[in-house]
């Protein structure tokens, strides 16, 4: 059967982006294809120095994948560091990309053009890991043979890059081993692709901007209450798709409420719905659909859940079958 896989790295905890971008998209994915995904925690060490926060994030991201209802006996679920085959495979990847492909990422000319506008030597802050993040993503996929990856807009690029470095590889082994070709699977969401966060701009971890999933009830409220809106009054037509609440409603919202948010965007269009009202839906919206999420969230995270084994025997399934294509790799360059 066909593969989907996907990852999610443990920065922080995981959001709504990550939910209505990556996670969602995977599970619906996960009922017809072979699906692998998995937590990508040595791609955090480029940014997380502290050993205690990243087992944290680890653990609370498999948690979260699990409480939003990845089945672990039909998913191979497990953490990227302990399949030690992707990281020799990104190194012959690594051998086969071309150095320019890496200049020209966006997470690293982002890096780039911020040193630019405080005159700081422009790879101030870069490490070799961020630098490489991209083969390292790139082994990920092509060592499961993977033939859609579900992912949000923001990382079309690094699944383009994948696909190229395989391009490479099977340019010059092709007769002894071939990559399958992976393609981006990203969710049709109407207009918005990517769920604003509390400051409008693309709800990141990186922008601090984040509605974690599992908040406390009275926490979550807070924050919705937090999303920026102009200073329309409440009597005046709106316009639902420059609102970031709206825009929100609109990408969470799960089928059953898809008539709270067609008469809510009608009642914006037509005038008489503030903000606080249009927040107060929203965050309705959000606490029913993550209210038992948070309860199931809450007991894996309990020290002694299933947790632990659920990813042992993930990391078991992957790495045999990593190790199949590894092999094959190994003899195609001349390694064995
Ligand atoms: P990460 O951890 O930044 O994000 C995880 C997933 O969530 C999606 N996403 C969003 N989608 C819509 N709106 C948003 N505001 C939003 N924010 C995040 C991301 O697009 C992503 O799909 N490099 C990856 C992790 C990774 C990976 C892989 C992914 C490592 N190896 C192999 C796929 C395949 C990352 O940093 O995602």
Redesign the pocket.
Known sequence: GKVS?????P?GEV?L??L???IRPALRLAEQYDSLYFI?DY?ALTTIRDAEELRHYSRSVAASWLAAGLDPNRTTFYV?SDVPEIFELSWVLSCVTGKGLMNRAHAYKAARDRNAETGDDPDTGVNMGLYN?PV??AA??LIMETDV???????SQ??EYAADIAGSFNHLFGDEYSFKIPQGFIPESGTG?????LDGR????SYDNTIPLFLPENKLKKLVRRIPTDSTPVEAPKDPDSSAPFQILRQFAPPSAADVVADTRKRLEEGGMGWGELKNVLFEVLNTELAPMRERYNAYMEPGSELDEVLSRGAERARERASRVLSAVRKAVGVA
């Open positions: 896989l996907t990852g999610i790295k920065t959001h982006g990550n209505v971008g990556a990508a791609h990227q993040y390292l993503m990920d996929i990856v579900p992912v949000g807009k923001d990382q690094h699944v692709d990517i769920l604003p966060g693309k709800m990141s971890k």
